[in-house]
């Protein structure tokens, strides 16, 4: 078994013992069985194989374990040897199509009035302005709600995960004939906020500006055409008390959630906010995180494009190395990011360097040399510089992160005569050491778009193939000898 962390080996025998020992919190069991589940996946006599392919002609999405197909009616689960359907809905009309979903977990600290609360569900959102929850397992309906008449909702977010979310409609635009008329919108978008258990809404807050507005953790990000980002805290936004099923004076004493009135507009700005941090970017690109608190972006000045920032949250102090250019050539842009861990580190990837390094440390993996070299050990310069993602050399694609098992799954293209082979390499996410290597089977044309999905012991590879969709599914199985 690999070793993974600490000095001396411990097979899943000893970690079975330390845990029944263990009388402390959930938690800590918890991460001895993820301990138990690492070692296991990286014992040599362990390897994932293919066990499933299915396709579609619509997007295909994975989520916590359940891979959803024919735009979330079709459902299969990836907890056995290989993907079972867990259930399938009737087909919906185009006003009830899904537009986006949000999978929801049971709080554990709390008791709430219905057992299905205590059961994983999702949250969908209709073409018709329905919100529907519906069981993770069996597709049923357990409760819907009305948002409201006067605009179109799209897309839901988190805001704080598994505590409180939004719902975000799109942009208000005027018809040629309205303009003729000199109609004008008095607002452009709108916001509905909601608290996740028991499902209540906190109100819908209306936008006049044509700006893009995010809501995370709490803070208000307003995104202005003069390229300035601007954050402010949601505790100055005033807002008037709803609950779903009883009357609102906002609605004339109508129930809230009910059809033809919704959910009012309850939420009000009144005067100038204060504005807790302002920068101007490119590409409206804000990244915060880090410890102590930091931000990365990209100034909007066109001799700034191709680098990131890194300054202080506090004073706006540049830090130490605070400014990284891959300096790659590939028809695809570098990424940045705080990691996903919560360690505070940034990863910071390219077509051909991985990079993770605190504030003030960088920890470069090394570039392939501007040089080929043949079968027969002769050296040849290249008279020009390749493309650093040319699908024909060893290129990084893309960089996931397992939180449970504390693994990152690289995945490296190579085009070995002619072919698109890819292989998802599992790394330690503290030294970068390689512990597994999967060979995908099928091939990976870098001409259409991939998604890739490491869980536990289960990879999942999904692809777009012109106008339909492919998904793989690979399981870590024992080798037998």
């Known amino acids: 078994m690999a070793l993974y962390r600490g000095k001396r080996r411990r097979n899943a025998a000893e970690l079975l013992v330390r845990r029944s020992m263990d009388s402390r919190e959930a938690g800590t069991l918890l991460r001895h069985n993820m301990n138990i589940l690492r070692g296991i996946l990286l014992q040599d006599n362990r390897k994932f194989v293919k066990v499933w392919t299915k396709t579609?002609?619509?997007?295909?999405?994975?989520?916590?374990?359940?891979?959803?197909?024919?735009?979330?009616?079709?459902?299969?689960?990836?907890?056995?040897?290989?993907?079972?359907?867990?259930?399938?809905?009737?087909?919906?009309?185009?006003?009830?199509?899904?537009?986006?979903?949000?999978?929801?977990?049971?709080?554990?600290?709390?008791?709430?009035?219905?057992?299905?609360?205590?059961?994983?569900?999702?949250?969908?959102?209709?073409?018709?302005?329905?919100?529907?929850?519906?069981?993770?397992?069996?597709?049923?309906e357990l409760q819907k709600v009305y948002l409201s008449p006067k605009c179109k909702f799209k897309y839901l977010f988190w805001n704080d995960s598994q505590e409180t979310f939004f719902i975000k409609s799109i942009q208000t635009k005027e018809t040629p004939l309205e303009r003729q008329a000199g109609i004008s919108h008095n607002f452009m978008m709108h916001l509905a906020i909601?608290?996740?258990?028991?499902?209540?809404?906190?109100?819908?807050?209306?936008?006049?500006?044509?700006?893009?507005?995010?809501?995370?953790?709490?803070?208000?990000?307003?995104?202005?055409?003069?390229?300035?980002?601007?954050?402010?805290?949601?505790?100055?936004?005033?807002?008037?008390?709803?609950?779903l099923g009883k009357p609102s004076a906002l609605l004339g004493n109508h129930t809230v959630g009910d059809m033809p009135f919704g959910i009012p507009v309850n939420i009000q700005i009144t005067g100038s906010l204060p504005v807790?941090?302002?920068?101007?970017?490119?590409?409206?690109?804000?990244?915060?995180?880090?410890?102590?608190?930091?931000?990365?972006y990209t100034p909007p000045q066109k001799t700034h494009r191709g680098t990131h920032h890194i300054r202080s949250l506090r004073d706006g102090t540049m830090a130490?190395?605070?400014?990284?250019?891959?300096d790659c050539c590939s028809l695809e842009s570098d990424s940045i990011l705080f990691h996903p861990d919560d360690s505070g580190r940034i990863i910071h990837f390219g077509p051909t360097t991985i990079k993770k390094f605190k504030v003030t440390a960088l920890c470069p993996l090394q570039p392939t040399p501007d040089v080929t070299v043949t079968s027969s050990g002769r050296t040849v310069k290249k008279r020009f510089n390749q493309l650093d993602d040319d699908p024909c050399q060893e290129t990084f694609r893309m960089v996931v992160y397992e939180n449970e098992i504390d693994l990152l799954a690289v995945?490296?293209?190579?085009?070995?005569?002619?072919?698109?082979?890819?292989?998802?390499?599992?790394?330690?996410?503290?030294?970068?050491?390689?512990w597994r290597a999967v060979d995908l089977e099928e091939l990976w044309d870098e001409t259409f778009q991939h998604e890739l999905f490491f869980d536990r012991d289960t990879i999942v590879h999904v692809e777009q193939k012109n106008a339909n969709f492919c998904c793989h599914v690979y399981k870590l199985v024992t080798i037998k000898k």
């Open 56 to 140: 579609s002609k619509s997007p295909i999405m994975y989520e916590n374990g359940n891979i959803y197909f024919e735009n979330y009616l079709n459902c299969y689960s990836c907890l056995h040897t290989e993907p079972r359907n867990l259930y399938k809905l009737p087909k919906r009309s185009k006003q009830e199509k899904i537009e986006d979903v949000l999978l929801c977990q049971s709080p554990l600290e709390k008791t709430l009035s219905s057992p299905s609360d205590h059961k994983p569900s999702i949250l969908a959102l209709t073409a018709s302005n329905w919100l529907y929850r519906l069981s993770a397992d069996t597709g049923e």
């Open 276 to 296: 807790l941090f302002e920068v101007s970017c490119f590409d409206s690109g804000v990244h915060v995180g880090g410890h102590p608190w930091h931000y990365i």
């Open 320 to 326: 130490i190395n605070g400014i990284q250019n891959m």
């Open 194 to 243: 909601f608290h996740v258990s028991p499902l209540q809404p906190v109100g819908i807050l209306e936008i006049s500006k044509k700006v893009d507005v995010v809501l995370s953790q709490s803070l208000l990000a307003v995104t202005y055409r003069n390229k300035s980002v601007k954050m402010y805290s949601w505790e100055h936004i005033q807002q008037m008390k709803l609950s």
């Open 411 to 434: 995945v490296i293209t190579n085009g070995v005569d002619g072919e698109g082979r890819a292989q998802v390499q599992l790394r330690d996410n503290h030294s970068g050491q390689i």
